[in-house]
């Protein structure tokens, strides 16, 4: 069993940061890819942005890209995304999740492993 819990969320106005983390247990944190998802009320759960178990090869959706920034500690089997400029269309429920390889995948089936999720509200 994998127990993965995320941290960071909150209130913050457009243009705003704020820093998640997820915390992770259970498996060795270091040889699967990670990624963070998030799901806006009426729509589908959408990936962020993944990394790959050694941190060198990461992707960000289109969406955020230049925005938000993933990355790991692998000594402290921590995932994170630094998340700048903030929109209001930023708002969701943001999920990390651990894939079942070590390589970023935007491939939703090959993660297994999710965290509760954390809510980010993004006001105007």
């Known amino acids: 069993q994998v127990q993965l819990v995320e941290s960071g969320g909150g209130l913050v106005q457009s243009g705003g940061s704020l820093r998640l983390s997820c915390a992770a247990s259970?498996?060795?944190?270091?040889?699967?890819?990670m990624g963070w998802f998030r799901q806006a009320p009426g729509k589908e759960r959408e990936l962020v942005a993944t990394?790959?178990?050694?941190?060198?090869?990461?992707y960000c959706a289109d969406s955020v890209k230049g925005r938000f920034t993933i990355s790991r500690d692998n000594a402290k089997n921590t995932v994170y995304l630094q998340m700048n400029s903030l929109k209001p269309e930023d708002t969701a429920v943001y999920y990390c999740?651990?894939?079942?390889?070590?390589?970023?995948?935007?491939?939703?089936?090959?993660?297994?492993?999710w965290g509760q999720g954390t809510q980010v509200t993004v006001s105007s």
């Open positions: 990394i790959s178990w050694s941190g060198e090869n990461t």
């Open positions: 259970g498996r060795t944190f270091s040889s699967y890819a």
């Open positions: 999740a651990s894939a079942t390889v070590p390589f970023a995948t935007t491939v939703l089936m090959r993660y297994n492993y």
